[in-house]
Every structure is written in C-alpha cells, then in structure tokens.
C-alpha cells in the first residue's frame, strides 16, 4: 500500500443504540451521549441507523434528524457508517447521497429485500449497489446476515468488488462466518480492503483466525472486545482467546437472550441514557432476564456499565 492510500477501516466499529424516552420518543440528548460514550470506549469507528439502532421502528424525519446530529456531534472524532438499506434503490440511493453530503465515511447496505419473498436476483443487486456507490461517491460495506433471506454467495460478493470498486468492506453474520470470511479474502483477495463480522462478535476469535480485520458488535462492550482484536492483529493469541473467554458469557447472553435491548439495558443503568425503552412490537427484557444480564455485566465491568455514574 502506497503511502498516499489511506489504510482500510479496522478494529471495533460498534452500532449505536436509538435511545428513546419512557413515551417512545426519540431521546436527541441520550443520542448525544451513546455517541460520547462510544467515542470513550476507543471504538475505531461508529455505525448508525442499523438493526441493532432500532432503524426499522424509524420514521424517515427521524432518521433525517438522527444523520445529521450524529455526524455533527461524532464531528470527525471517529468515522461514521451510515445504514443506508432499503428495497427501493431510489431510497437507498438518496440515503446514501445525504449521509455522504453530512459527512458520512462509509455506507452500510444490505441486498435489496421485502417481506418474507420479495428479493432481487443477482444482476438487480449488483445493480442495486452500483447506483447506491454511485449516488454517494463513498466505500460501501455490505451487510450479509440472515435477516435479509438473501444468499449472498462468495462468487458474486468477489464479482461485486471488483465491478463495484466503492464495495470494499464486507460485514459477515451468517452461519459458519468465519469459513464464509476465510473463502472470501482468499477469493477476492486486494479488492477486499474490509472483512469483518458481525452478531455482536459472538464469533469473534474463529473470524479474527479466519482472516477478518473487523468486527461489528454492539455498543454494550466494544471496549473489552477491542483488547481481543488488538491482541490478535498483534501476534498476541493466547492473550486475545483469554481476553475473550473473559466476555463470552457476556455477548452470548446479549445474543441469545436480549437482542438490541442488552445495550440499552446496560446503558440505562450505567447512567448514559435515561431510559432503556424500545418500540412497540418489540418488548421489554423480563426482569428475569434483565437481572442476568447485568450480572453478567457488573462481572465483565464494561464502560457502557459506569461512564455515566
């Protein structure tokens, strides 16, 4: 790499919860400090308007609102990946048009989909993406996960990097990750500047030996999952497998048993936001179950559980 070639995003680039006050609405100010804990947490980079930030129960004015003072207020301190996805490519590309103008580094994507059976075949998405890269002028990472149905396979993502070149980064959280990961980067090779993976880093040590430079996780812990990467990408493995045998129990509950609302939970009670509240139809956590995740949490001692108190 030439040095004029800025070096490819790496590390912990975390999704920022939408905080919401106890009558649903969007809390602007709780935004304001998710984003000034992350940025304490020495996260890498930001994600906002993803699944794990409640982007689906947004309003489009919302999410307007949500862009500009994220990128306003993150000012430049890390970058910002801006959730773009949307079945309609005019959406997407409108999107991602805007969040570029705001300051935006990158875009996040997923293939194009609706409902349970409305997809794209595979000249539709690579079209889908090549107007979305157009229309911002700025890298993209696709978001490959289950929730979209859509098989996304290692043939065509290497066929969307090298036709797409804004598509560098690619965020992997489907099943067996880390071999889907391992194929890619083999396959794809330089025109793959970004492999991470996602799920809340439930994977994380099998993707870091697959090859992965990245990870995704929420904001509930991104500073004790940054120790795991930075002692892996320095030659450090015994101590990256201990420091993540440390957290496990941590994102595996987080995973299986909350969803989204683990980071809200623990932000809330850690003094950073004033509610933990989500959208209807989503729920509450249980108290049983609240009560176990922050056992789990006052052992791991994350940022996200005192940077407020």
């Not at 969307?160 to 489907?174: G, T």
Request: proline content about 7%; aromatic content about 6%; hydrophobic content about 45%.
């Amino acid at each position: 790499m030439s040095a004029t070639t800025p070096q490819p995003y790496a590390a912990v680039f975390p999704i920022a919860p939408t905080p919401f006050t106890a009558g649903g609405e969007v809390d602007y100010d709780g935004q304001r400090r998710v984003l000034d804990c992350m940025v304490d947490q020495g996260v890498d980079g930001i994600c906002i308007l993803a699944n794990y930030s409640e982007q689906f129960l947004l309003t489009d004015a919302e999410r307007d609102a949500l862009t500009d003072l994220c990128l306003a207020h993150v000012a430049d301190r890390v970058p910002v990946i801006v959730t773009v996805s949307h079945f309609s490519t005019g959406i997407a590309a409108a999107r991602a048009r805007e969040a570029a103008a705001a300051g935006a580094r990158m875009l996040m994507l997923m293939p194009p989909y609706h409902g349970a059976t409305l997809r794209a075949d595979e000249k539709g998405t690579l079209e889908h993406f090549a107007r979305v890269a157009d229309a911002a002028g700025i890298p993209l990472m696709v978001q490959d996960a289950p929730l979209s149905g859509v098989t996304l396979s290692v043939p065509f993502l290497v066929r969307l990097a090298r036709e797409v070149p804004l598509v560098r980064y690619f965020k992997i959280e489907v099943p067996g990750a880390a071999a889907k990961l391992r194929t890619l980067i083999e396959a794809g090779d330089d025109a793959i500047d970004g492999p991470f993976d996602g799920e809340e880093s439930i994977t994380l040590m099998a993707d870091l030996d697959a090859g992965a430079t990245g990870t995704m996780p929420s904001a509930l812990l991104p500073d004790l999952i940054r120790e795991v990467v930075v002692h892996h990408r320095d030659g450090r493995r015994h101590e990256a497998a201990a420091a993540y045998a440390r957290i496990l129990p941590l994102i595996n509950f987080e995973n299986r048993q909350c969803g989204l609302r683990a980071t809200k939970t623990v932000m809330a009670e850690g003094g950073v936001i004033a509610s933990d509240a989500v959208r209807h139809p989503l729920e509450p956590l249980h108290p049983a179950t609240r009560a176990g995740l922050l056992e789990l949490a006052r052992a791991a001692n994350p940022l996200s559980l005192r940077w407020g108190r």
